[in-house]
C-alpha cells in the first residue's frame, strides 16, 4: 500500500510546539470554566429576578452590587461564590495569555487570520498552533472537516444512509472557531444578519455553527493565499 501511495501517513505534530499548544489548550479549558460560571450566576439572576446581566456585566459585579440585587440570602450567597470563581479564573487566564505571547509569535502564513471579524490575537495563536503545516489540507473540505465544522453523513440519493465518527477532527480547533464566531456575530453588522437568517429558519446553535463553517473556509483561503478576509465574499 505504501509503495503504490494508497496509504495515508498520520501528522505528527512538531514536538518542539506541542508543550505551547497544550499551554494554550489549558487557557482554553479555563475559558470554558468561566463560561459555565458566568452562565451560572446568569440563570440564578433569571430565577429570581426575571432578568438576566450580560457576561461583561457579571465580570464586573462587585458582591455589594450582589445584596443589593438578590434579595434571599442564599441566593446571593451562592452567587458571590460563583464570582470568586470567575475573578480566580481572569486572573490565570490574563496569566495564561501573557507567558502564551511571550514564547510564541504568530507566523507570517497565519497573519491574515487578524483580518477576520472575530478573531483576535489569541485565536489567531490557538488556530496556529492547532492547525501545525497548513499544506496537509490540500483542500477546503479537508480543513473545515478537520475543524469539525461539517456534517459527518453518509448519503444517497439525498438520503441519510449512516454518520461517521462525530468526534474525528480537533475538538480545540472546533472551539477556537465557535468563539470567533460568537464575536463575529456580536460586532460584525453583515455576518449578524446572515445569523439571524439562519437562526430565523433553525436554531441559534445550529445558526452559530453555520457561522463557524463560514470563517474556518475563510481562514483556510486567507492563510493559504496571504490576502485580507473579504466578509461580502464569505457572507454574500
Known amino acids: 500500500m505504501l509503495r503504490l501511495g494508497i496509504l495515508h501517513e498520520g501528522y505528527i505534530y512538531p514536538r518542539e510546539s506541542r508543550a505551547v499548544r497544550d499551554l494554550m489548550r489549558r487557557r482554553m479549558q479555563l475559558v470554558q470554566t468561566r463560561s459555565a460560571q458566568i452562565t451560572c450566576v446568569q440563570t440564578q439572576f433569571a430565577r429570581s429576578t426575571a432578568s438576566s446581566p450580560s ?24 452567587v458571590r461564590a460563583n464570582l470568586a470563581v470567575i475573578g480566580t479564573l481572569n486572573v490565570q487566564i490574563k496569566r495564561l495569555e501573557h507567558e502564551i505571547l511571550g514564547q510564541v509569535k504568530l507566523a507570517a502564513q497565519f497573519a491574515p487570520l ?7 490575537r489569541i485565536l489567531a495563536l490557538a488556530i496556529m498552533l492547532e492547525s501545525g503545516a497548513m499544506e496537509r489540507f490540500a483542500k477546503v473540505g479537508h480543513f473545515s472537516s478537520y475543524a469539525r465544522c461539517v456534517q459527518s453523513q453518509r448519503l444517497s440519493n439525498d438520503k441519510k444512509k449512516g454518520e461517521g465518527n462525530r468526534k474525528s477532527g480537533n475538538k480545540y480547533l472546533a472551539w477556537a472557531f465557535v468563539e470567533a464566531a460568537h464575536f463575529a456575530v456580536r460586532y460584525n453588522p453583515r455576518i449578524k444578519r446572515f445569523y439571524e437568517r439562519k437562526a430565523a429558519k433553525t436554531n441559534k446553535v445550529v ?21 485580507a478576509f473579504d466578509e461580502q465574499r464569505a457572507f454574500a
Not at 55 to 78: H, T, Y
Not at 207 to 227: G, P, S, T
Open 55 to 78: 457576561s461583561d456585566a457579571i465580570k464586573r459585579m462587585e458582591p455589594e452590587e450582589v445584596e443589593r440585587l438578590l434579595q434571599d440570602a442564599n441566593v446571593g450567597s451562592g
Open 114 to 120: 487578524l483580518s477576520i471579524d472575530g478573531i483576535g
Open 207 to 227: 445558526a452559530i455553527k453555520a457561522v463557524a463553517h463560514k470563517l474556518a473556509r475563510a481562514a483556510y483561503y486567507v492563510m493559504r493565499e496571504r490576502v
